[in-house]
């Protein structure tokens, strides 16, 4: 089968793999329909998440058909449409009943390395680092589906796939990181970086009843769907210097209720040097330090609530600790719990409430994938996302 | 939490000492992992465990070059549904000791499983190729990853597999 392989620093290929097949009677084997291309990729695609090995399959969105299930799988047949979370969960564990899969603690093979590095596992990914198990992913014809009795959710015919395959991870850590902001209606929410998870965040806050949304990011075209989707005011952070001001300025001087990292640490390295170095150059809200979390904590609203939703895996130094006490802010964080959000998101969605699917801005053949990350990662046209179709 | 102390390819003990909370009863845990043939299914470093009579076993492995390696070892002391503590029959080209220890978890959370394994130099170069090619940097490392597959086969029945 086709599909896209991981060959090393901005070189990724389509090329002819074995087809998966079941190696647990909890599998099941899925005819992808589309998929998508998301920020981490950006990160592998960039070199800078180790763990990778050249010939590893990419992809952790995507959705399809069930082609094959192993004996246990009860709950779905060959040919049911499904779409699948990004985070691979076992269902049975502590942490997946309490509803915290994405903290699952028997889905990641490799979980000995994560426990060295984090000293703690959380689950397994599809399509990403070994240290988070190194499972195959999905931008490809076909993909094994670990303990699908409990992570495939039954989607129906007539929604489109541009709207059901946000389901897989960023709408899901959108609402998420919208629901950790505690929002309460009348609450300003600032949310910091608007790329998909951002810009869905926006519509999240609004439906949980923020008055105001202050949107920030640099890129024009992205503050512009902000304002156009969501209704947020843009803050252009091109100069970093004047943001804490500015935020005062749109909130009577009290800050944001919420502030919503959307950015996360968008490393370009991983080592503890290389962050610290690079913290000193935070140019741009999309950089490569902290710097959104500094601003965060700078500029919310005393007693206020900081939701990071963009990644962090290393070290950072400068955090503002001091001003984060000094202003009792609540700070929540962590990987999507994708399934628990799945099925409530999914009725937003039929109902119309929700619309994920403009988030999508470019379409392509699986076969033109090495285009797609090369658009995604330079923001070429105007590219937000990317869903490929095999 | 792993405590490693002694220096590595050695001239001091390798101790490793590691802790999991498995939701099954001590019982079941006990009695899994009391038929030590069960071991190597969890355990990366260990092929297969036989036993030679009531007390003594026979274990195998493969040193990375591929050359095998065996040991006999002896249940030393065992307490129904809490312990089991065994060490290598004297003379054996590794020589090793360990104990596996079995708490229930407060909160109805299972069992809070313990495990020590004890490597007593000089070992062999054989031995340290075995060893330490398969424990990598950190020895704690390979012990994690055992315990993990040992509560993964508890809680779910299977090991979790990627590819
Ligand atoms: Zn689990």
Redesign the interface.
């Known amino acids: 089968m086709k599909a896209v392989v991981w060959h090393g620093k901005h070189d990724v290929r389509v090329e002819e793999v074995p087809e998966p097949r079941l190696?647990?009677?909890?599998d099941a084997v899925i005819r992808v329909s589309s998929t998508a291309l998301s920020g981490s990729d950006m990160h592998l695609f960039d070199g800078i998440q180790h763990g990778m090995h050249r010939g590893d399959v990419l992809g952790h969105e995507f959705m399809g058909t069930v082609e094959e299930v192993g004996d246990q799988v009860t709950n779905l047949k060959v040919g049911d449409r499904v779409v699948i979370p990004y985070l691979i969960a076992?269902g049975?564990?502590?942490f997946c009943r309490e509803g915290l899969t994405a903290l699952c603690?028997?889905?990641?093979?490799?979980?000995?390395?994560a426990?060295?590095h984090y000293g703690a596992?959380g689950a397994?990914l599809f399509g990403f680092s070994?240290i988070f198990?190194?499972?195959?992913g999905g931008q490809a014809e076909f993909v094994r589906v670990?303990f699908a009795d409990f992570g495939a959710v039954k989607v129906p015919g007539e929604i489109s796939d541009e709207k059901i395959l946000p389901l897989t991870g960023i709408l899901p850590a959108a609402w998420m990181a919208a629901e950790n902001g505690a929002i309460r209606p009348g609450d300003v929410v600032a949310v910091f970086g608007c790329g998909p998870v951002g810009l869905l965040a926006i519509q999240c806050a609004r439906l949980m009843g923020a008055e105001k949304v202050i949107a920030l990011d640099y890129v024009p075209e992205r503050l512009r769907l902000a304002a156009q989707w969501g209704r947020a005011e843009p803050v252009n952070t091109e100069d970093m210097e004047g943001i804490v001001d500015e935020l005062l300025r749109h909130t009577g001087g009290r800050g944001p209720d919420v502030c919503i990292d959307a950015v996360g640490m968008e490393a370009h390295g991983h080592t503890t040097t290389a962050l610290f170095d690079r913290a000193k150059q935070a140019l741009h809200i999309e950089g490569d330090s902290p710097a959104v979390l500094r601003l965060a904590i700078r500029s919310c609203r005393k007693g206020g609530t900081i939701s990071i939703a963009g990644t962090y895996s290393g070290l950072v130094d400068q955090i503002p600790i001091g001003a984060a006490y000094a202003k009792g802010l609540t700070l929540r964080m962590g990987q999507t719990h994708v399934h628990r959000y799945m099925r409530p998101l999914l009725e937003r969605i039929a109902e119309g409430k929700l619309d994920p699917a403009p988030i999508f801005t470019h379409r392509l053949p699986l076969s033109e994938a090495p285009q797609g990350y090369r658009m995604m990662h330079r923001k070429e046209e105007g590219c937000i996302k990317v869903l490929l179709m095999p | 939490m792993a405590i490693l102390s002694g220096k590595h390819k050695g001239t001091t003990d390798v101790r490793v000492e590691r802790d999991i909370t498995v939701?099954r009863p001590a019982e079941e845990l006990f009695a899994f992992w009391r038929k030590l043939e069960n071991l190597p299914l969890f355990m990366g470093s260990v092929d297969a465990v036989e036993w030679i009579d009531e007390t003594r076993t026979l274990w195998k492995a493969t040193t990375s070059d591929g050359k095998p390696l065996s040991w006999e070892a002896e249940i030393l002391e065992e307490k129904a549904n809490e312990s089991i503590a065994w060490t290598s029959v004297k003379g054996s080209e590794v020589e090793t000791s360990g104990s596996v220890h079995f708490t229930p978890a407060p909160g109805g959370?299972g069992t809070e499983v313990r495990l020590i394994v004890r490597f007593i130099p000089p070992p062999s170069e054989r031995v340290i190729e075995w060893f330490w090619n398969l424990f990598g940097e950190?020895p704690?490392?390979?012990?994690?990853?055992d315990l993990?597959r040992f509560?993964?086969l508890m809680?779910?029945g299977?090991?979790?597999?990627?590819?």
């Open positions: 190696l647990s009677p909890r076992c049975r564990c502590w603690d028997n889905s990641n093979p490799n979980g000995g390395e426990e060295r596992s397994g070994h198990g190194g499972f195959p670990p | 939701e959370r950190e704690a490392e390979q012990m994690r990853n993990r509560k993964q809680e779910l299977e090991i979790v597999r990627a590819r």
